[in-house]
């Protein structure tokens, strides 16, 4: 192998190396972002959660559960 395709190889592994350490250090950066711990007064929460729409998925959620477990219980037979 000539000493310009050496070059040129070895140029593409650093590219890479070097695009995977840029990869890691964002990674990094966002866990670090989103890992940090934010406090809501009930009044910020309150502003933000739709109760009714709240209410409305959960027993949405309930519903699902039960006939799942339903479901689940049957599986067998």
């Avoid at 000493?3 to 995977?20: M, P, T």
């Avoid at 709240?54 to 037979?77: C, H, I, M, P, R």
């Amino acid at each position: 192998m000539d000493s310009k395709k050496r070059q040129d190889i070895k140029s593409s592994a650093e590219h890479v190396e070097q695009h995977l350490q840029t990869l890691e250090k964002i990674d990094v950066t966002e866990i670090l972002y989103y890992s940090q711990e934010q406090s809501f007064s009930a009044e910020e929460i309150g502003k933000v959660i739709n109760e009714q729409r709240l209410t409305d998925l959960l027993e949405q959620s309930d519903a699902f559960l039960s006939s799942l477990n339903g479901e689940l219980k049957d599986f067998d037979k």
